[in-house]
Nanobody, 122 residues
């Protein structure tokens, strides 16, 4: 079992930045690919970014490419999402998740955090 806890969400003005963190316990994250997803009110959950177990390979949704960066520190059992140039449409609950392979498909992910709210004001 892997327990994931996100932090770092909050309220920020458009154009600002936030750094989300996802801390794991129970098992080492180095065995897992990690992903970030988000869900806005009234919308389906969508893929944001993913990283391979080493972090050497990363993947992004087109909507965040060039603005968001996923990274991981396996020694700290943590994954991060640096979000720059935030837009109001980035407002959502952000979730980290662990899977055997990095993928955009949320059904592949075995473990999920409880989410952290990100609100971007215009």
């Amino acid at each position: 079992q892997v327990q994931l806890v996100e932090s770092g969400g909050g309220l920020v003005q458009a154009g600002g930045s936030l750094r989300l963190s996802c801390a794991a316990s129970g098992r080492t994250l180095s065995s897992y690919a990690m992903g970030w997803f988000r869900q806005a009110p009234g919308k389906e959950r969508e893929f944001v970014a993913a990283a391979s177990w080493s972090g050497a390979s990363t993947y992004y949704a087109d909507s965040v490419k060039g603005r968001f960066t996923i990274s991981r520190d396996n020694a700290k059992n943590s994954v991060y999402l640096q979000m720059n140039s935030l837009k109001p449409e980035d407002t959502a609950v952000y979730y980290c998740a662990a899977a055997r392979i990095p993928t955009q498909s949320d059904y592949v992910y075995d473990y999920w955090g409880q989410g952290t709210q990100v609100t971007v004001s215009s």
